[in-house]
């Protein structure tokens, strides 16, 4: 049974950073990429950045390049995401997600606020 946890979600200051982690069970960690998307609140979910199988080939969307970085852990099955200078945009549920499935986890909160 496949499981994704996102942890490391917690209220930051605007210009703050946070690193979030996605640890996945039950499929080939290693097989499969690895998508973060940030859904604000009474928005629709956004793919902000992927970390591919092929020598981790990383993508990010507009909003987040520069500024923000994925990575991952083979032998601990963990994903990471490093965001820096977080606006209080940022403020959203983020999850990650492996591709191609169709298991999410349920997302981790980070608040960005004074």
């Known amino acids: 049974q496949v499981k994704i946890v996102e942890s490391g979600g917690g209220l930051v200051q605007p210009g703050g950073s946070l690193t979030l982690s996605c640890t996945a069970s039950?499929?080939?960690?290693?097989?499969?990429?690895m998508a973060w998307y940030r859904q604000a609140p009474g928005k629709e979910r956004v793919e902000i950045a992927t970390?591919?199988?092929?020598?981790?080939?990383?993508t990010y969307d507009e909003s987040v390049k520069g500024r923000f970085t994925a990575s991952r852990d083979k032998a601990k099955n963990t994903a990471y995401l490093q965001m820096n200078n977080l606006p209080p945009a940022g403020t959203a549920v983020y999850l990650c997600?492996?591709?191609?499935?169709?298991?999410w986890g349920r997302g981790t909160q980070v608040p960005v606020s004074e």
């Open positions: 997600h492996p591709r191609p499935t169709n298991c």
């Open positions: 039950g499929y080939p960690f290693s097989d499969f990429a």
């Open positions: 970390i591919g199988t092929i020598r981790d080939l990383q």
